[in-house]
């Protein structure tokens, strides 16, 4: 008898032969090129999956070409006109200096009296991004950690469908109900009734307020990925130490996961930034410099959504400014997420 | 092979297959002694009973890894936890500080008693609990935040926000884990930035810090080089004489060298108990013994 076979704590280990072990493993196949259609098929493949990755570059690429061409310098040769003149395609900075669109602060392609600050739209943008920071950040980043740390699984499978559904309602509904339900219904009575300021149709607070509500499935689901990926046995050794759950949340997982969550904020902000429909519809058009969230602001994007649906003339210098304000606008959102993708690889090379 | 040559093997092979079976078996078996016993593995027999245990039966899920475990684990001294892997050491380890609680659809029966107190009690605050009764991992699990705020930790959840006080706690914790001198000009650094053996020694200190009297281990040195084994095992030999301690090993020469009393789990029951100088020469059940020599016999 054989110790092993006595012993309940040694592996048995029976050995193949070699014979066995070369009746399984041995090369059978011939080491030739496979068949040219076969190749041929697999280069194909490759070809597709490539194009497929390659539309969204083009597409960016495409992108940039226009905005630069119009707003920075056009590339296209002159045109004759009809009068047999020489009219020059230019850009929209050819025109304009980019010290009157950063410095001047009025607004007002459309007028008689043109001026081209920027400011005024900038200034309405980031109110309601702003706003709408307020509200998402706090909000989407609790229900992330609830999501991640106090939910049980079935309250999970609640509630993230219903953050997804949230995700999922277009956003000129967002824009509507800012206008028929959060003015009339919660800014009029609480701030105009109550507190007595005046309270405008269109204001860039209802809109703050949607978009707020429209960026808190993002931040929650962002932020909730990043919580889930601290280490269990982070959360297990602060529990060893005599951490409650909300110890182990606000002192542990999520200072380990900081610079994941303040992506997750970078990317929501930048999302508010660039949100257009309910912007658009709940906080009017009037381009001023402002500190008052009740009255209406133009912002970017409504701007260029309000040159676009009306009959400017192509070629104008009205046409040409939406250009200028759509590349301030692509540079504000760019510089978002290359700083949020800058802070998320910190936040990687923590765990690696 | 050339048969010319005189080859070894071939002489040897008719003699050691003539041997009886069971004479080579015995041989294997019979001085029992497969690691060095030190004069400290036993205990003082007057040890009092700091932690209990009382036909615990243990599930996850449906599925029962404790049968019936009654073990009585005696102040300021070293118990060690020896079996074969899967045979529910960590989950009894576990039990002892209810970490078990956080896992879902756990449950036991019986009694864990610290000090005579049943710590699954309704009244029993689990969170003061798990400071009396800390727990160090397997793999070192620092904080992304400095060494500093690492040890304050504990300290700092339970309330205490004197800063001279803290910089105390701090400072003796450190000095008592054996990584002051190695720590102390750069207590503001990241804790992620020290070697695996002062991480786990941190995490010593960070458990030392909220004052405990029972330390439990889970083979704390496992992820250990030889020589950072060596200052852990050295710690916990020290840290006996004031702290009740815990420890699951897979190592009997550190199962020999650090604790007093052993305790052999397989397939989740406790087979056998006893002063660690007389389970390692003189276990009483077979399957201890087999345990104990087929790793080294
Ligand atoms: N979280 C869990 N959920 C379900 N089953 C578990 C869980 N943790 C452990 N088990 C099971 O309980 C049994 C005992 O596991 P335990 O981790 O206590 O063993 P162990 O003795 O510590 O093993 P090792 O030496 O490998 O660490 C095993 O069969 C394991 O599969
Ligand atoms: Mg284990």
Redesign the pocket.
Known sequence: MKLSSDNPFKKETELATDTQIEAVIAPTGSLQRSASLVRVKEGFIRTILLACAGVSILTTIGIIFVLFSNAVYDVAPDRIGADGKVKPNEAFFQIVSPVEFLTETRWTPQYAEKHFGILPLVCGTLMISGIAAMIGIPVGLCSAVYLSEYATPRARSIIKPVLEVLAGIPTVVYGYFALVFVTPYLLKPLIQDVLGFDVGVFNAASAGIVVGIMIIPMISSLSEDVLRSVPRSLREAAYALGSTRFDVSTKVVVPAALSGIIASFLLAIARAIGETMAVTIAAGQTAVVTGNPFESVATMTSYIVNVSLGDTELGSIEEKSIYAVGLTLFMMTLAMNIISQFVLRRFREVYN | MNTTLNDPMDELAPTTSSEPATEKTERFVKPVAPVEIPETASLSVDAATKVCTRNLDFY??N?Q?LFDVSLDIPEKSVTALI??????????LRTLNRMNDI?EGTRHTGEVLLEGTDIYASEIDVVLLRKRVGMVFQKSTPFPKSIFENIAYGPKVAGLRNKARLAEIVEASLKRAALWDEVKDRLQDSAMALSGGQQQRLCIARTLATNPDVILM??PASALDPASTARVEDLIFELRKNYTIVI?T?NMQQAARVSQQTAF?FQ?ILVETGVTKELFTNPVEKQTEDYITGRFG
């Open positions: 996850y899920g599925n890894v079996g074969p892997s899967g045979c529910g050491k960590s989950t009894f896992i889970d083979e699951v897979h789990f989740g």
